[in-house]
């Protein structure tokens, strides 16, 4: 069991990725009309869990069919896959049948959503699904041909969000949109500073990621901007009111970025300081959904301000 809650990337806090946009999605439909159903949230959180392990199983089992994590040397919490193929837990034909019965299991929860929520559901749906499955399926590959970052982004930002704040109320809006790009960006830094200590693997099997196409110097700047964007897109949106006051208190990560950015403005040349940089993204992220939850769900006490 404990190889099984590794390989779906519970121990290093994946699932958390997912639970961020969805729960804020349903946030936001709380602050704009303090009502919320808790068993609709509970489905739609065990839908996009079941297909966000499926996704995780895949990747690692396309990795390893790849022969990136099997070459690769550098071990980190955050990257080089979990291991579990490589140090013998579980044979790789077994990831792949239980990442096509995880697919399944989140199919059956969508449908089920979507039969209680309304069809323009299922496009969300059909788009994450096709996402997670293709992201190192070959031959599509997506994670492979330098566009995994974006639909990262697009995932576990908008789509998710949207679909958290869709199954609540049964639209989308600007608000939800605007949160969605904040903490997808997010998510893209992510997975873009994971990729650093993967270079040398990932370049020689040719997963031409962008730290593989543009080397993990540049790499590492776009993590910083794809934070700072992410920043300046919350600060916008607190302004111009399509976010509610409340955001504001997200703000308060900066100082957190700016440490981590400033660190990363000197050469590294130690896989040690790039795992600090791993882990402080994603506590930043984690800040950041804290902070706007507590401000949504104060709006969805007091009205939105």
Same mark, same amino acid.
């Given at each position: 069991?404990?190889?099984?809650?590794?390989?779906?990337?519970?121990?290093?806090?994946?699932?958390?990725?997912?639970?961020?946009?969805?729960?804020?999605?349903?946030?936001?439909?709380?602050?704009?009309?303090?009502?919320?159903?808790?068993?609709?949230?509970?489905?739609?959180?065990?839908?996009?869990?079941?297909?966000?392990?499926?996704?995780?199983?895949?990747?690692?089992?396309?990795?390893?069919?790849?022969?990136?994590?099997?070459?690769?040397?550098?071990?980190?919490?955050?990257?080089?896959?979990?291991?579990?193929?490589?140090?013998?837990?579980?044979?790789?034909?077994?990831?792949?049948?239980?990442? %096509?019965?995880? =697919? #399944?299991?989140?199919?059956?929860?969508? +449908?089920?959503?979507?039969? $209680?929520?309304?069809?323009?559901? *299922? /496009?969300?749906?059909?788009?994450?699904?096709?996402?997670?499955?293709?992201?190192?399926?070959?031959?599509?590959?997506?994670?492979?041909?330098?566009?995994?970052?974006?639909?990262?982004?697009?995932?576990?930002?908008?789509?998710?969000?949207?679909?958290?704040?869709?199954?609540?109320?049964?639209?989308?809006?600007?608000?939800?949109?605007?949160?969605?790009?904040?903490?997808?960006?997010?998510?893209?830094?992510?997975?873009?500073?994971?990729?650093?200590?993967?270079?040398?693997?990932?370049?020689?099997?040719?997963?031409?990621?962008? %730290?593989?196409? =543009? #080397?993990?110097?540049?790499?590492?700047? +776009?993590?910083?901007?794809? $934070?700072?964007?992410?920043?300046? *897109? /919350?600060?916008?949106?607190?302004?111009?009111?399509?976010?509610?006051?409340?955001?504001?208190?997200?703000?308060?990560?900066?100082?957190?970025?700016?440490?981590?950015?400033?660190?990363?403005?000197?050469?590294?040349e130690e896989i040690a300081e790039v795992t600090e940089l791993c882990g402080g993204t994603i506590k930043s992220e984690v800040t950041v959904w804290a902070l706007l939850l507590v401000g949504l769900i104060v709006t969805g006490f007091q009205g939105w301000a």
């Open positions: 069991m404990k190889a099984w809650i590794r390989a779906i990337g519970f121990y290093r806090g994946f699932l958390l990725v997912s639970f961020v946009p969805t729960s804020l999605g349903a946030a936001v439909a709380f602050a704009q009309t303090s009502g919320f159903s808790w068993g609709l949230f509970a489905l739609t959180m065990l839908a996009v869990w079941c297909s966000h392990a499926g996704t995780n199983l895949l990747n690692d089992y396309y990795d390893h069919v790849s022969g990136t994590d099997d070459i690769n040397e550098v071990r980190t919490p955050f990257s080089g896959g979990t291991r579990v193929i490589q140090e013998n837990m579980l044979p790789a034909w077994k990831l792949k049948i239980a990442a %096509v019965i995880f =697919f #399944g299991i989140g199919a059956v929860l969508f +449908l089920t959503l979507i039969s $209680l929520t309304g069809w323009p559901l *299922l /496009l969300l749906v059909v788009f994450g699904l096709a996402s997670g499955w293709f992201y190192t399926w070959r031959p599509v590959w997506l994670a492979y041909r330098g566009f995994g970052e974006l639909f990262i982004l697009l995932n576990f930002g908008p789509a998710l969000v949207w679909t958290g704040y869709y199954t609540q109320l049964r639209s989308v809006d600007l608000t939800s949109l605007m949160i969605g790009l904040i903490v997808g960006l997010w998510a893209a830094a992510i997975i873009t500073i994971n990729e650093v200590p993967d270079y040398v693997a990932d370049k020689a099997v040719g997963k031409n990621n962008l %730290v593989v196409r =543009f #080397g993990p110097a540049l790499g590492i700047k +776009l993590w910083a901007t794809l $934070l700072y964007v992410a920043l300046a *897109l /919350l600060v916008g949106g607190v302004f111009t009111g399509i976010l509610p006051r409340t955001a504001a208190l997200a703000m308060l990560v900066t100082p957190l970025i700016i440490r981590l950015t400033d660190r990363a403005s000197r050469p590294i």
